[in-house]
């Protein structure tokens, strides 16, 4: 059976409400809003780590160090 006269079926059908139509819509509209809303929200997020990452790399100081010689238990170095 082609797929026109499969859709033309289900639109005529008697056992079909209206409320499943409107169902099925919402369903679509909302995978819809998911395929689109959650990789927008995860490179928003990303770009938000990352600047915040940035941010405190420019903050920090580099420091050296450098060793101390141990003490003995009388004051003096060895």
């Known amino acids: ?3 026109k006269d499969i859709l033309l079926h289900l639109r005529r059908s008697p056992l ?4 499943d139509l409107a169902e099925a819509w919402m369903v679509l509209a ?3 809003l998911i395929a689109v809303a959650a ?3 995860g490179l928003t997020a990303a770009n938000a780590v990352q600047a915040a990452g940035e941010r405190q790399s420019q903050d920090r100081q580099t420091v050296s160090a450098v060793p101390r ?3 003995t238990a009388s004051g003096s170095t060895p």
């Open 30 to 32: 909302t995978g819809a």
């Open 69 to 71: 010689t141990p003490r």
């Open 16 to 19: 079909r409400r209206r409320s």
């Open 39 to 41: 990789p927008a929200a």
């Open 1 to 3: 059976m082609p797929l």
